[in-house]
């Protein structure tokens, strides 16, 4: 079992930025992709970004490219989600999910992805 546990959320005004933290425990393997989805009132869960677990590879969706940044330190067991240039459409809670796979692969369907944090709620004002 993995336990995964979202942090960083908030409020931040247009324009702004927010980094989001995912640490992960009680990991059994040893690699596993990571990504962040978020979901907005009334829509459907959606892949914001994704990273293999040896961070050579990386995917984003086009609505958040140039602006949203994810990382990952294997050593603290941490995947980031680096947000700048937030807009009021970037609004939704923000979870972080963990996929075992090859240390090379990212994982985009979020039916593969077998553990999921409780979320983290941002929230940009206009």
């Known amino acids: 079992q993995v336990q995964l546990v979202e942090s960083g959320g908030g409020l931040v005004q247009a324009g702004g930025s927010l980094r989001l933290s995912c640490a992960a425990s009680g990991r059994a393997r040893s690699s596993y992709a990571m990504g962040w989805f978020r979901q907005a009132p009334e829509k459907e869960r959606a892949l914001v970004a994704a990273i293999s677990w040896n961070g050579n590879s990386a995917y984003y969706a086009d609505s958040v490219k140039g602006r949203f940044t994810i990382s990952r330190d294997n050593a603290k067991n941490t995947v980031y989600l680096q947000m700048n240039s937030l807009n009021p459409e970037d609004t939704a809670v923000y979870y972080c999910?963990?996929?075992?796979?090859?240390?090379?692969?990212?994982?985009?369907?979020?039916?593969?992805?077998?553990?999921w944090g409780q979320g983290t709620q941002v929230t940009v004002s206009s």
């Open positions: 999910a963990a996929d075992p796979a090859a240390p090379s692969r990212i994982v985009l369907d979020n039916r593969e992805y077998d553990y």
